[in-house]
């Protein structure tokens, strides 16, 4: 490549060809390698306007979704060397966008069409891509809204409409020098024996992109009651509640399935998941708070 622009996310470098900042994915700033940064390449971004077909080979197709950022709909599948993602706007006559990932050493190349394409679909191409490479790192894109408080994180999982963000909010609210991570993508890494969250450039329709991690405090799964009640969560149960929230596309392979199945049964050896029914007040917020930074700062 003539050029190259590195970026530092989860502590993994993901080289492009394009200055991701300059074409308008302004979450990636914050990310942006310096001089003192370990350029270890992890993951290689390459714009093609020819792609070899035959690296691309389809064998089956994983999983179809609709993205809702670019109104467009996408699809997975598993490749002679990979993994293929296609992703094409309803509202457009147009040949889909494709992204292509080889395994072996994690070269992504795409057919992209900067001059015209919608930002979302290279950010949300890039997502899934990267997802693919953080498999093999121990590492999960959770969706969730996350939190930061005395040091340590804690992830709020539900389905969208759930209240993540507002619950995070009462917590910014009501709970003191509590500050917002990351709004819907946060990634969780196992390094060495200890669970951490980092903030990510993929941060849903909240401008909020920090290049820092800390310690998991506790996953906490949200849903709508009429009196706030906590429970923390067991086995399956716990599972359960954790798993809905890794990236769905994912789902049906089974080479990313089980990379997903062992970082999250490694994470929840260390790890609380609790279960909060509540109403949208400041009370729920501190139930919660109380709870999980509490049992944070205890032998479990």
């Known amino acids: 490549m003539m050029a190259h622009y590195d970026y530092i996310i989860a502590d993994l470098c993901l080289r492009t060809d394009v200055d991701l900042v300059a074409y308008g994915l302004r979450g990636f700033k914050p990310f942006a390698a310096t001089e003192q940064d370990d350029h270890r390449v992890d993951c290689l971004v390459a714009v093609l306007d020819d792609m070899d077909n035959d690296s691309r080979a389809i064998i089956s197709e994983l999983s179809q979704s609709y993205v809702a950022e670019a109104n467009a709909d996408s699809r997975f599948f598993k490749t ?29 190349t795409t057919n992209i069409r900067l001059e015209c394409c919608n930002p979302a679909i290279f950010r949300f191409g890039i997502w899934i891509m990267f997802g693919v490479v953080l498999a093999e790192h121990r590492a999960i894109a959770i969706h969730s809204s996350v939190i930061e408080s005395e040091g340590r994180g804690v992830l709020f999982l539900g389905e969208s409409g759930t209240g993540k963000s507002t619950h995070t909010r009462l917590w910014r609210e009501n709970i003191e020098g509590a500050k917002l991570l990351n709004d819907d993508s946060p990634i969780v890494r196992i390094v060495g024996d200890e669970v951490r969250v980092y903030g990510s450039p993929w ?41 809905p929230s890794a990236p769905p596309q ?43 930074i509490g049992d944070a700062t205890t032998i479990r």
């Open 80 to 108: 002679a060397e990979g993994y293929l993602y296609s992703i094409k706007p309803l509202d457009e006559d147009c040949e889909p966008t494709l992204f292509h990932i080889r395994l072996a050493d994690h070269r992504v």
């Open 203 to 243: 941060s849903g329709k909240t401008p909020c992109y920090k290049a820092l991690s800390y310690p998991v405090a506790g996953f906490c799964r949200l849903s709508q009651a009429p009196e706030n009640r906590i429970t923390r969560l067991k086995g399956i149960a716990a599972i359960g509640a954790l798993l």
């Open 250 to 292: 994912f789902a049906h392979d089974g080479y990313l399935q089980d990379a997903i199945l062992t970082t999250i049964g490694c994470t929840l050896m260390s790890v609380p998941v609790y279960h909060l029914a509540c109403l949208p007040n400041a009370e729920a917020a501190e139930l919660s708070h109380k709870t999980i």
